[in-house]
């Protein structure tokens, strides 16, 4: 049981994983949050019951909340990360686990902006966090063993489901998975967008795209669903739906969508280098 839990950043990301932590029973006495605003954190504390401090009104805020902490949740962005960490490192306690939900950001630049020894796991959650049908990667560093991983998995269990990955494919969760979400939306648009090419009213184009998108994922969410399975069985030999794939097929759409994620995953690896260089 984690005796101490503390969200360092709470934005909408941060929200939904404090969200899913507190569904599964965590008392909220026992969560700290930290935020820039004294606006925001008054709004998580009445919201979820939790302890949230500002760093506008106290200085040391960050480094107040983690002392005697379990699990500390790096939740800024990617360019304030590593400050982040090295803000803090003294005043962790040498078990502490550290979880960073920073694209890009990798372990051993976590690793280094904290003390040697310090366990580090890096993940990639999702924004379906928010409707508690997220997905999250977690990596674990050098120094972590399944006690860690078990503590990390315990944060994001009420939010999703939770995959360990060796750190290399991180980049290539973050273009599927990380940007996935938007690469529905996208193709919500297009639907709509051809709906209204028939001369549709654009509310109902919009109504229909999102509601057929909403509702496969909901099907696809299905134990034992997989998207061939799913996408064979309305497809019926010599009908429309099979005119409309061939046609995707012709056109190469499953290559655009390789492209566009590998487009991904290159500037994740692009990202790390350059907080790298800073």
Not at 101 to 111: D, T
Not at 138 to 144: A, E, K, N
Not at 260 to 266: D, F, I, K, P, S
Request: hydrophobic share 45%; charged share 15%; aromatic share 2%.
């Amino acid at each position: 049981m984690m005796k101490k839990i503390v969200f360092l950043g709470c934005g909408s990301m941060g929200e939904a994983i404090l969200a899913g932590l507190l569904a599964t029973g965590v008392p909220p006495l026992s969560v700290v949050v930290t935020v820039r605003r004294p606006e925001r954190a008054n709004e998580l504390a009445t919201r979820h019951g939790v302890t949230a401090l500002a760093s506008q009104e106290e200085a040391d805020a960050n480094s107040q909340a983690v002392v005697g902490a379990s699990v500390v949740i790096l939740g800024v962005k990617p360019v304030g990360t590593l400050d982040l960490c090295r803000e803090i490192a003294g005043a962790l306690e040498s078990e502490t686990v550290v979880i960073s939900v920073a694209a890009a950001v990798s372990l051993s630049q976590l690793e280094g902006a904290l003390k040697p020894g310090q366990p580090v796991v890096r993940s990639m959650p999702n924004t379906p966090l928010q409707v508690g049908r997220g997905v999250v990667a977690l990596s674990g560093g050098s120094s972590v063993d399944e006690h860690h991983l078990s503590a990390a998995h315990e944060v994001f269990a009420g939010s999703g489901v939770v995959l360990d990955i060796p750190e290399e494919q991180q980049n290539a969760v973050s273009a599927i998975s990380g940007s996935g979400p938007a690469y529905a939306f996208y193709l919500a648009e297009a639907m709509a967008a051809a709906a209204e090419s028939f001369g549709m009213d654009s509310e109902i184009a919009q109504i229909l795209a999102r509601e057929t998108v909403a509702g496969a994922g909901i099907m696809l969410a299905e134990p034992g669903a997989t998207a061939t399975q799913m996408r064979r069985a309305v497809t019926s030999p010599n009908g429309t739906t099979e005119q409309a794939i061939a046609t995707f097929d012709r056109l190469g759409l499953p290559g655009i969508i390789e492209a566009g994620a590998r487009a991904a995953a290159a500037r994740a690896a692009q990202i790390t280098q350059e907080l790298g260089s800073n």
